[in-house]
Every structure is written in C-alpha cells, then in structure tokens.
C-alpha cells in the first residue's frame, strides 16, 4: 500500500451479476446472451419478407425488359428460377446488412461472437458428413411418408441452366442465411424466454413452415423438413456454433443436389423429378 494507491496489494471481491431467470442454454459469460429479444427477431422477419417481395417484383419488371425473357409469359418469369434467385440474394443482402446494424450499431456487439459463429475447425468434414448422412436417411424416412407427385418447389428444376442456379442457390446462399436467422437469432432468444427443450422445438417447427409453400403445404414433406430442422437445431445446441449447423446444411443441401444430378443424368431429364 502506498499513499499514491492505498488499494495496492489489496482485492476487491467483486460479486457475480445475478443469473437470468429461467432455463436457458447459457451458463457463465454467455448469461448475457442473446441481446436482442424476440422482439427484434419478428422485426427482422418483417424487413425479410418486404424486402424479398420487393425485390421480387423489381427483378420480375428488369427480367421483361432482357431479350431473354421477350417471349416469355408473366406467370413464367414470375417463376423462373434464373430471375428468383437473384430477386431472393438481393432481399437477403437486405436481410443480413438489417441483422448485421442490428448487432454492430444498436447492440455495440461483435457480429461473429453475438450469433455464436465458432467455426468448428478440425472438427467441420464430421460435420459436412454429418449432413450428407441426414440427407441419405431422410431419403429413406421420406419413403413411409405420402409425398405429392409434383410440388410447388419442382417448378424450379424446368430445365438444366434452373437446375444449376438452385443448385448454386441451395448450397452457397441458402443455408447460410437461414442458419444466420433461424439458429443464430430466433433460436437463442426463443430458448432464452421458453427455455431449451421449448426453444428447440419451436424453431425447428417454424423452419419447416417458412418451407411449407414450397411443398405444397402437403404434411409428409413439411414433417421431413421438422425432422431436418430439428436436427440442425440439436446441432446448434449441442455445439454452441451457428457454424456447425451451417456446415451441416450444408452437406444436407449438397447430397440432395448430387443425388438429383446422378438421378436426371446430370440435369437433362428433369422430368424424373415426376413421382410414381
């Protein structure tokens, strides 16, 4: 101790911050997190959904103007996949810039550790091969359930330049945004108001929602997508990584592709994607 610093040498004992009422994932410094409520989730899923619809629409008006698209039918272009998915990128570039400025400049958070990215390291081919397994039993559950001869999301495999840009879409874009939204932002927050169990289940029922359009809204593919989102989840839980789960959708995502590329020789018979 000296007179400049008379608590030199000395501890102040410095009592912990109090633990969040009730059961969430999170124990010790992780207490704090998520910051963002559920509130700011269904926000996000707002600016989403407008943002996806007007880009929609302004790529549909840009894809009249293209010679391309000149003799083209409205209804058409409206679901060609070569002016979707570019509509769709956009809107989530407006998705994750609204999610990135939520956390960055409202929160002051790092982006990566705010929605627990944890890239899994040497650990990432168990994962990727974790998601090519998933994709091979799901093949096989999806065999005792009904699944309709043709579905909304078989419109977008009309022809072989379609089938690689859903390919591109479904491997490189897709999991990646919807691992950011769905267990990066809503499940944490879901599990810190509901707890984990809740948390859960909750966020892989919505996940097979958001897909359900696309399935026709038919119950044998919207409970395969559950059990997938459920597994993704787990996934997230488990490894406490949004990384994780990506790689893991990832390898979902890349297996169902190969397998339809074996299966229509490589994108030119489509039409194998009609069911007996």
């Known amino acids: 101790m000296t007179p400049e610093n008379p608590f030199a040498g000395s501890e102040i004992p410095v009592s912990p911050e109090p633990a969040p009422p009730g059961n969430t994932e999170y124990t010790g410094v ?29 790529g549909w008006m840009v894809a009249t103007l293209l010679p391309a698209f000149r003799n083209v039918s409205p209804t058409q272009i409206g679901t060609d996949p070569r002016v979707i998915v570019p509509s769709q990128i956009a809107g989530y570039l407006v998705l994750v810039g609204y999610i990135y400025r939520l956390i960055t400049t409202h929160y002051h958070m790092n982006f990566a550790e705010a929605i627990r990215w944890n890239w899994p390291e040497f650990r990432w081919p168990g994962y990727l091969f974790g998601g090519c397994a998933l994709a091979i039993a799901i ?57 984990l169990v809740t948390g859960i289940l909750l966020t892989s029922f919505l996940f097979a929602v958001l897909h359900a359009s696309q399935l026709g809204k038919a119950w044998g593919p919207v ?41 229509s020789n490589g994108f030119r018979n489509l039409d194998k994607l009609s069911r007996p």
């Not at 992780?30 to 302004?58: H, S």
């Open 30 to 58: 992780e207490e704090r997190f998520p910051v963002w409520t559920l509130g700011d989730v269904f926000k996000v899923a707002l600016i989403a959904f407008l943002a996806i619809i007007v880009c929609t629409i302004a």
């Open 139 to 195: 093949q096989g559950l999806s065999r005792f359930v009904p699944i309709p001869k043709q579905m909304p999301i078989d419109q977008m495999f009309r022809s072989y330049a379609a089938a690689w840009v859903m390919l591109f879409f479904g491997v490189a874009v897709a999991p990646l945004v919807e691992e950011l939204f769905f267990r990066g932002l809503l499940f944490p927050a879901l599990t810190r108001k509901l707890g």
């Open 223 to 263: 409970l395969i997508l559950f059990v997938v989102g459920l597994t993704l989840t787990i996934v997230r839980a488990w490894s406490k990584s949004v990384a994780a789960s990506c790689v893991v959708h990832v390898g979902y995502n890349l297996t169902l592709f190969v397998l339809l590329y074996f299966s």
